[in-house]
Every structure is written in C-alpha cells, then in structure tokens.
C-alpha cells in the first residue's frame, strides 16, 4: 500500500466527533502492545475509539477507500498478538462502546463489545443470570476480544466456550456493510451459519459490534475440590479418570512450578512438594452434588492422590480458583514468558505433558504448565531465561516445539487465545493446504483487500 | 450448462465400482422426492449411492470437469425440498456410507453421514453413552442430513442441536478437495470456525463424509408432565412462565387439530376437548428432579392448566412422546400439508401462535400446530384442502404468510428443517440485502462453479 496523505488521516479525524481519533504518540503508545508483549509490536497511524456503530463504518468506509490496514482491539489483553499495533495501519478501539440491555423473559443480553466481561456477569447477575464463558482475565477482558478469539475459561469443561452463547451479532465489514445476523430465538437455520464464522476470526473478517448473548440460571453453589499428586503424569491420569464418570464445572491443573510460583507470589499454604495439584468443583444440584464429589474423590485417589481435600465453603473454593487465576501474573513476575495454549483430546492429555516435558528437557528451558485440564486445553508458559545468550532462541525454539507436539498427537496450537501473530507460522501445520485455502478463500469472499488485521491468523 | 454427452455419463460409471451408479428411471424415482413431497420435484440424472470417501472425490470431479449440478442426499426425509431430485443433476446419495467407530475414553464417536440417527445413539448406548439430537424422524433420518440441515428435535430445549455436538467434519468439496476439520478434542480456536459453516449448509457447501460427534453420559430416567388447557394462548403462556423458572428436557405442544389427528390415527385417550396440550420432562438428577416436576407443575396451573398429570414411569412417559412424534404422520392421513418450522424467542411465543392462528382464519385453511414451544420453534402445518379448487393456491399464501408473521417479530422463518427448495423465496425478507450478499459470497468462494445443490436456500 502506497504511503497516506495528512489530508486523508485528517478527512477521518473531521469525519469522527472529537476526541474518537487519536493521533498523538502517547496517546498511541498505549495501543502498541496487547497481553503478548510482542517486542515487534509498533505505533500504529492512529487509533479510533469508536463509540457507536456508525463510527465503526465511517472508519471502515474510509479505510476501504484509502485501502489502509485496521486492527481490530478490544480491551487488549490477548495473548497472541492480534491486537498488537501495526505501522501505518489503524487502531479501531471498541472500548467505548459499552451498552448493554438484559432481558430476563427471553435470558438474553444485548452488549456492545467495549464492555468487560466481568460487567456482563455482573449486569445479567442483577436479574438472577448467568453468563458463563470465564477466560482467567475475567476481570480486565472485554466481550468484544472473547467474541474474536472465541474465549473459553474454566468453566468450559462443562459450560462450553464464548461461541455456544452468541444467538445474534452485529457486524461491520471491511467495506462498512453492516451484518445483522441471528436474533434473541435460540433455533435457526436460515442461510448460511455465519455468525460463528465471524466468532474467533479475530478481527480478519469483521468488527463485532453488538452481540446478543444467551444467558442460562444463576450457577449453584459449588463444592470444590483440592488435590495432589507426586507427578503430573499421576494428575494427567486423574483427569482422564474423572473425564470418564463425571462432568465436573471445573478442573484445572497447575504443575510443581506453578504451584511454587503462585505461592511465591501469594502464599496460601500450597504444597510446594507436590508435582501436580488438581483443582475441581461440582455445581450438581442437591444431593448430586455430594455424589459427584465423591466420584472425583475416588477417581482422584485411584490415580494417586497424595491429598485430597474438598469444601463445600463457596468463599474457600474461591481463594483456590484465585489461586490458578494467579498462574500467568505469578509467572510472568520471573521475565518474559511465551505463553503456549495446546490441547488435545482428555485422554491423549498424559500424552500431551509429557511431550512438553521432553521439549522442556531438551531445550534447557522451564516450561511450567496450567492447564485447564477437564476440557484437554493446556497453558505451558515457557519463561525466557534472560541471563542465557541463548534463552530467546532456546524458547523460541521451545514454543515452536510445543505446538508441534500437539499436532503430531492430532491436537490443536490453540483452544482459546487464538493465533494472532504469534503463532501465525504455525497453522499450516495443523490445517494442511486444503483447509488453509479454505481459510484464504473465505477471508478474500468477505475481505477482499485485505483490510482486516493483516498478518493475523492468516 | 449444456446437455452432458452419454459418452461422459458412462465414464463416471466406468470410474466408480459396479451398482454404484444407477441409471435406470425405476430406481432413480425413488431418488426423486425427498419427506417434502415436492410436487415440481424431478427424476434426477443418475444417483451415485457412494460406498466411501473416495467415490464422493471422483464424483465430484467427474462432476466439475463436465459442470454438472450435484444433490447430496442422506435418508431422504428432509421436509424443505432441500434433497429433492433435479433433471439434468446427479443425486449423490450418502446412504451406503455406514461405518461408525465409537470412543468411550475421549466420549465421541466417528460415523459415516449413511448411518441413521437412532443407529448412532444406539451404538453409544452400548458404552453408555449419548447423542442427544433427536429429530421427530430419528427413526428414518440420516445423521448426515441431520447435519446437512443443523437437525434439532425434542431435547434441544436443554441439550442444544446437532452443530453443538460436532467436533470434527470431513468435507468434500465442489472441485473434490478433501476438508479435514476439527478432532476428537473439544476446544480448537486454529483459523477460522469452518466447521459449524458447513453445518446447516444443505449439501451447499461440501458433502460430508464422515463426523466426529460429542457424547455425553447416558440420560437419566426422566420424569414425565402431560396437561391440557383451555386455549392455545393459555399454554403459551404456561411456557413463557416454565422457561422464567426452570430447564425442562423437553417442552413440546399440541393445538386441538393436532390432539385430534393424533386420537384419530392412533387412540391414546387424550383429551379431545382440550385448546392444548404440553408435554414436558425432567431429566434432572436426584431430588432436583421432583423439585424441577413442581417448578412445571406451578408453572402449568399459574397459566390456567386444566389437568396436569405427572409420572416418573419412563414407559408411560415414552407414550406420551409417541403420541407427539405421531402427529404429523396422523396429519399427513388427512391429505398434503405444507409444514412450517418458523420460530421466534420464548417469550414471543404466544405472540407467533396469535398471528398463526390470524393467518389461518384469514385464508379460511385449516392449520394444526405442534411445536418445540420450550425453545420456541413451531411447526405449523397447513393442510390443503383437495375439495376446495382454490385449495392449493389458499395454503400455498398461508405458508408465505406464516413465514412473514415470524420475520415481523424477529423470529425465523426455520429453525431446524432448513431453506430448501421450498422456503427459499422467503429468505430475503428474513436476512436483508446485506447478509443474502455475504451468503452468496462465501458459496461462491467455496463453490465457485454453483455445482452443489443449485437453487436449495440461496
């Protein structure tokens, strides 16, 4: 693309009320980097804090006609670098938009994407709902970044991940045509499925900019669940043992380093001598709930369990589940991590770990691992050793062999941050060249310049 | 497209293996109707009746090189004309294609699209476990054309429809190109969601020739609710008050027509006298189910129930539901019907039954309604009148205008049959300009010769 005339970057800051379009260099440093920190990451044009629909196509319209680059951003806290700025390209900010509507008679929100997740629960939970898709950055994560990364969470094991609970989207195209699809009803097969095409594409193919969410009865107290075990092949097999018996709400992994660095970070008294500590909840009703412990109980100790400990105390379940939301800040206060999010099938997950301990091994790299275990999606967080020459090739050379290990074993590079640009080089090895045409060709049927977040996904 | 010389039919038999390819007019009839009965439905072609993967890949070759039209078929029962024969089109039937391969540990199974629905659930039973999609016809449908049309059925109210249950797809496309989607895991955000965009597509978009399906445990016995109201509007408001409070596993209505083709087709003591009737199960664990069968139960008698009557025998509970999968065989007795599947959100259900009921007395057609009530989709089902000479043109503006009563209140004009042939010339008004646009770009990216299905949904 040719360089843009000051007259055309000032035609869009005309065309948006004041203060949309930001211009200013530390106004855009705050757009450079997403959750990734990717070091290639750059200052983009500008940045458009859109705040209503319109704006959204007033930018698309005039980036079309300039053909200039827009990357899509949400709160800006994923983890693959899909949102990270891009020399000469703009910023579209969607953390304005923050309307947001329940309607309790059909259990469904309408939200603007700026919203954060967190608000979402916390604005349905006003009418006794539950929305439950609950990525660890629950807090600081907008709806907006778990539409196009297609989010999951820890409750996904039982609840499903973002996209089971879009009924309806609006969404504007490259071109500014805006999409309405789907609606409050719940069934519907007329046309072509595209709304969960637009869901996890990352901002390649559109920019979501209201949602309709389908919401489901406040969550039941939950019991929860604490165990150890002395190796993280002995916790991986409880997991699968577990995955045959019973649907927990939640179970989650952290190996011997998480655990060490969590309580590093915030002592809660975690056994630092464990190699694996395991972390469940059933939210069965009544006396289901008493048996479902128990099954886990037992599948737990028929692994080896070194501990088992379980409450049915809601505010002592929650200091553990604060305890795994800690993981990632708690690692990344030792440097620069690379954080990996393969999985595979439950019972492939032993399989999995031990892959990533042999890449670990064979590089000469600490790869601690979260892992929301229950679903087969794991988090192994390479930390870059600063104080070797080596340490960024020796991780880098570690994520790429990651990834491979969980294709080899027909897994997946990525359940739920997305592949951004961080782990873009990789795809192909896990869709082959049919399914990547596929890909090319439906992203040229909708963006046919090529606008959209070039340089992410594809 | 120009005539096809016999010359290239002969080489697509010769191509494929003995009794493959029929030609002859007297099996080829049965390849001409599909459950919609379309009366402007035509002999195809020839139908290939595909053995494997790589007799689909030839055929659609064959079938580019010569640019002729192609129609997957499965069982045969889809209600939209979607499968209906074409003149001049090969009939690309997937009913031999039967293998299925099922795995308790990672609780999926992998089928063939040939296998009909009930013999998928019946192959997981045996490791106890279950595939909940469980249209009327699970007796007679295919699960490949369960997942050409995104099936729903009775339990969707709680356990979702058929795309929530597919983890992996194997595709073939128009050139032949072979798509392998997904897996065995159960969270994969790598490129874009492809996989639900075939779901649903109607033999559009590929042909499916093999799915990679979830399980779930084995249900629980469920408890069973039966009761009868004055008026279709006071058992519409029963469901609106049910889906306030609780989850049933099924929620289905009967109007007084449909009650009385059922009582006359096969005699069940139903109340013949009734406006409605419901018929609602819990399948919840435990105490939580008596607890859920009160929840109902409230609900049912707020909204000015006649008779409620409840039974946790599963065998007295099985009748009932008979007597709902009957109704529309029981109505097919009476001559052709037209059946509708529009559907809108639960709280504009008695809305969508009023307008249907208005649509009726206004054509002077008679238009029994079962329905999905629980999540809101609706099968009216217009009956024509052969004695009436205005009979056929008088139900034929009654399926337009039931169709236009549910775009008005933001429904959909199908919420699991799917476009077809039949509905097609409705879909504009319920999708807009904008979004029949992006449909037709994304089939042309994918089939850009319109070799798949031609003139079904788009």
Not at 58 to 72: G, S, Y
Not at 172 to 182: K, P, W
């Amino acid at each position: 693309m040719s360089p843009l005339s000051p007259e055309a970057l000032e035609r869009l800051v005309a065309a948006l009320p004041e203060g949309v379009v930001a211009t200013r260099a530390e106004t855009l440093e705050k757009y450079r980097h997403d959750g990734a920190n990717d070091p290639t990451a750059q200052l983009p044009l500008a940045c458009v804090r859109a705040e209503s629909t319109d704006h959204v196509v007033t930018t698309m319209r005039w980036a079309t006609e300039h053909r200039v680059a827009v990357v899509p951003r949400g709160a800006g806290t994923g983890l693959s670098g899909g949102a990270s700025g891009q020399s000469g390209a703009i910023t579209l900010s969607t953390e304005r938009m923050r309307a947001v509507e329940v309607d309790p008679a059909s259990r469904t929100v309408v939200v603007q994407p700026g919203l954060l997740n967190a608000e979402v629960k916390a604005a349905v939970a006003e009418h006794g709902l539950w929305y439950p898709p609950d990525p660890s950055s629950v807090q600081i994560c907008s709806i907006g970044g778990n539409l196009a990364t297609n989010a999951g969470g820890l409750c996904c094991v039982k609840y499903g991940v973002t996209a089971d609970y879009v009924l309806g989207l609006e969404v504007v195209l490259a071109d500014g045509t805006v999409l309405r699809l789907g609606g409050r009803h719940v069934k519907d097969v007329a046309g072509l499925s595209l709304m969960p095409l637009f869901v996890g594409s990352e901002g390649t193919l559109g920019i979501i900019t209201s949602a309709t969410l389908r919401l489901v009865p406040a969550q039941r107290p939950a019991a929860t669940l604490v165990a150890t075990f002395p190796t993280v092949a002995a916790a991986a097999d409880a997991v699968v043992r577990v995955g045959r018996d019973v649907q927990p709400s939640m179970l989650e992994l952290l190996d011997q380093a998480a655990i060490n660095a969590v309580e590093d970070y915030a002592p809660m008294g975690l056994d630092r001598d464990a190699g694996a500590l395991l972390l469940a909840q059933s939210d069965a009703p009544g006396a289901a709930r008493a048996a479902e412990v128990e099954l886990v109980e037992r599948a737990f100790e028929a692994a080896g369990a070194l501990e088992v400990f379980s409450t049915d105390d809601v505010d002592e379940g929650e200091l553990f589940i604060q305890a795994r939301r800690l993981a990632l800040p708690a690692l990344e206060q030792r440097g620069r991590v690379l954080l990996e999010d393969v999985g595979a099938a439950v019972p492939l997950l032993p399989d999995l770990l031990a892959r990533i301990e042999a890449v670990a091994a064979r590089h000469g790299v600490a790869i601690p691992v979260v892992a929301h275990a229950g679903d087969g999606n794991t988090h192994p967080i390479i930390v870059v050793d600063t104080d070797d020459p080596d340490g960024e090739a020796k991780a880098q050379a570690a994520f790429v062999d990651v990834m491979a290990a969980a294709v080899e074993i027909g897994g997946t590079i990525t359940g739920e941050h997305g592949i951004g640009r961080l782990k873009r080089d990789a795809l192909p090895t896990q869709l082959g060249p049919e399914v990547m045409t596929a890909n090319r060709r439906v992203k040229d049927a909708l963006d046919p310049l090529g606008l959209l977040n070039p340089g992410v996904l594809l």
